[in-house]
């Protein structure tokens, strides 16, 4: 079983930067495709950013496409979410998931480990 656990959320104001981590525990990750997800007040959880197992491609929603940045240290078991030029509408709450394929995807249902996520709070 992996365990993940993610952690850099908070209050921060519009434009600003923001680094999400999520560390995995219980076993390595380097073979894993992992992916951020988030959930908003009143809607659906939506697909943020996917890499592939080795860190050499990568996928984002339309709607970060160019602000967000998914990188991965497999030697840390580590995976993260650099966020700038955050907006109001990234407020939600940031989930971390892992698929045991080796590439990522947008589908939630693909990815069986899952974070109990970190609130990010974007204001203007």
């Known amino acids: 079983q992996v365990q993940l656990v993610e952690s850099g959320g908070g209050l921060v104001q519009a434009g600003d930067s923001l680094r999400l981590a999520c560390a995995a525990s219980g076993r390595t990750i380097r073979s894993y495709a992992m992916g951020w997800f988030r959930r908003a007040p009143g809607k659906e959880r939506e697909f943020v950013a996917g890499?592939?197992?080795?860190?050499?491609?990568?996928y984002y929603a339309d709607s970060v496409k160019g602000r967000f940045t998914i990188s991965r240290d497999n030697a840390k078991n580590t995976v993260y979410l650099q966020m700038n030029s955050v907006k109001p509408e990234d407020t939600a709450v940031y989930y971390c998931a892992g698929s045991e394929e080796f590439t990522a995807t947008m589908r939630g249902y693909d990815y069986r480990y899952w974070g109990q996520g970190t609130q990010v709070t974007v204001s203007s």
């Open positions: 890499v592939n197992w080795s860190g050499g491609t990568t």
